[in-house]
């Protein structure tokens, strides 16, 4: 049966700051998120020590010489005194302009220099954001040699302003499978854009998923296999080569094939097309293996004022066969729905939790006091924890099995808003701790039939007036917040940076749309957002329901 609704249409810089950049050619950004800096890549030739200059100006001299990776910072190299040891690729610290400031010692043998860091990139390209006012001091001692100052002692690392680092670091996505090997999970890292493609296929061979992340993915690549030569190649027709040791030879056609996916992945987001591991120059046979989508149904689910639930349509609501029923008998006040739409995880407008099965079944799962919207898994089993009791977190089967889920979100006091991501290794919080609403991501980790938080990787220390929160996509994380009553949409990068825009007025139910962000506002009016414009879509809507994907 179609059911009628009344359908109404709508019409609704990064500045760069550092020292001079040549630009050489513009880049790929494959999603959002991480990816989502418009600023063109800039190839920084930063200036070698001047004659005569003092220790400060030779150690900010280094300092900005840091934006400048070529032949493996050799410009900055050229600071330091002979024999110095200092290892560029150790961190990455990312401030502010405005806050640094450089101090010399009266006898010029030392100088310190404080930061205000924003950001932070580890060894392995991982980065995270700093808490709020989070200061340091670096300490550089100097000598003069051949009449100039020169260092002998610097902190291994770089440091970057926070308007040049995008421009000299490139963001590229480690590709791992979920345990099942059916879905791709992204595990975002940041690389000097002229060495992006080597580490990434470095990070993947020889390295490890982020600390928060691992537990929760798994990798085709055994752990005593490593790349050989630490480097990828482009064969004579274009084909960027991988080069592995004879003992890639004995693995199996299915582990080769899941390793060919993984590179050709994690290689695509670094501009690589053409991928092939090879041993001592031969090719390997394998190619990719299929892989689930995790985008969502373009259609999206409501359910409207007068109590229908389905897929909109145009201007109808079209009813699930057999789900829409038991999801009407519920009264829900937030929905959720399994990726093939067998399932339906609901709150009540009573605030309990319970299931809607598309054979007409409903259960009561959960009823206690306080309990926020749930989400659902790649298992098929429903999430649910009240607000002021983060650690006592259920995953309960369809049919209402229990079972507790450890490690969930220690310290908190208070969750306010989840949801686990479309490939199932990751949840996603806006939490409370110390007073302070903070957006927090954990691996999903299941051993033996236990299911487990891996520790929690903060996406934004400090998110005041947060409320709602949704995956948009692998590697981006949107929330609402509402702050003197401006709306505000937060698309936070998992392993990246973010932005921010405005939502409409008195927004407040988020979910991803199949390429685009759908919101709700308290008047029942749902809006979609493409590029950087909200337009109308319906009105009488009561519930805009989270997909965790489709089939189709």
């Known amino acids: 049966m179609r059911r009628a609704l009344a359908l109404v249409s709508l019409a609704l810089v990064l500045a760069l700051a550092a020292c001079t950049g040549l630009p050489t050619t513009g880049y790929v950004n494959p999603g959002r998120g991480p990816q989502s800096d418009d600023t063109q890549a800039f190839a920084f030739v930063p200036d070698g020590p001047q004659d005569d200059a003092t220790p400060t100006e030779i150690v900010e001299g280094f300092l900005r010489a840091g934006s400048g990776p070529a032949d493996d910072w050799a410009t900055a190299k050229l600071f330091l005194a002979a024999g110095t040891q200092w290892d560029p690729r150790a961190r ?12 010399a010692a009266a006898d010029g043998t030392s100088v310190a220099v404080s930061v205000m860091a924003t950001a932070g990139v580890d060894a392995d390209g991982a980065y995270a954001p700093a808490a709020s006012g989070t200061a340091e001091t670096l300490s550089f001692t100097l000598a003069r040699i051949d ?3 020169r260092i002998t002692a610097a902190p291994d690392g770089v440091v970057l302003y926070e308007e040049v680092f995008p421009t000299v670091y490139q963001p590229a ?9 059916s879905f791709i999970v992204p595990d975002v890292r ?11 296929a470095t990070a993947l061979v020889d390295g490890q998923p982020s600390t928060w992340l691992a537990g929760a993915v798994a990798s085709a690549f055994p752990d005593e296999l490593s790349l050989v030569g630490r480097s990828v190649t482009l064969s004579q027709n274009g084909v960027a080569q991988v080069q592995l040791p004879r003992a890639a030879l004995s693995l199996d056609r299915t582990r080769l094939d899941r390793m060919q996916t993984q590179l050709a992945r994690s290689l695509a987001t670094a501009g690589i097309s053409d991928v092939q591991m090879t041993v001592e120059g031969t090719p390997i046979t394998a190619t990719e293996v299929p892989v689930r989508v995790t985008r969502v149904d373009p259609s999206p689910a409501v359910l409207t004022s007068i109590g229908l639930f389905g897929s909109l349509t145009g201007d109808t609501v079209e009813p699930i066969d057999g789900l829409s029923d038991a999801v009407e008998s519920l009264a829900p006040s937030s929905i ?9 995880a609901i709150r009540t407008q009573q605030g309990s939790v319970a299931s809607a099965l598309a054979d007409g079944r409903t259960f009561l799962l959960d009823d206690r006091p306080g309990l926020i919207a749930p989400s659902i898994d790649a298992e098929g089993a429903i999430w649910s924890v009240p607000a002021a009791a983060p650690t006592q977190m259920r995953a309960i089967t369809a049919e209402g099995v229990p079972r507790d889920v450890g490690n969930a979100w220690p310290d908190a006091a208070e969750i306010t808003a989840m949801q686990i991501s479309r490939d199932g290794t990751r949840i ?6 110390s007073g302070v609403r903070e957006v927090w991501v954990a691996g999903i980790q299941r051993t033996n039939g236990d299911i487990d938080l891996g520790p929690p990787h903060v996406l934004s220390f400090s998110q005041p007036g947060a409320f709602d929160l949704a995956w948009l996509d692998d590697t981006t994380i949107g929330v609402l917040s509402s702050v003197d009553g401006v709306s505000t949409l937060h698309e936070l990068g998992v392993g990246g940076r973010g932005t921010d825009s405005v939502a409409p007025e008195g927004t407040r139910t988020l979910a991803a749309g199949s390429t685009s ?18 337009t109308l879509v319906a ?12 089939t189709s």
Do not use: C, N
């Open 539 to 550: 009105s009488g809507i009561r519930v805009l329901a989270a997909q965790q994907g489709t």
């Open 428 to 433: 996603a919080a806006v939490v409370t701790v």
């Open 173 to 181: 996505s480690i590709a791992y499978f979920d345990p099942t090997y």
């Open 92 to 103: 990455v610290t990312i401030d502010r302009l405005a806050d640094r400031r450089a101090t």
């Open 336 to 344: 959720e729905l399994e990726a093939d739409r067998s399932l339906a």
């Open 190 to 200: 940041w690389f000097p854009r002229a060495l992006v493609a080597s580490r990434v």
């Open 517 to 534: 962000v759908r919101v709700l506002d308290d008047q029942g009016r749902l809006f979609s957002r493409r590029g950087s414009s909200w």
């Open 147 to 149: 009449d100039q100052w």
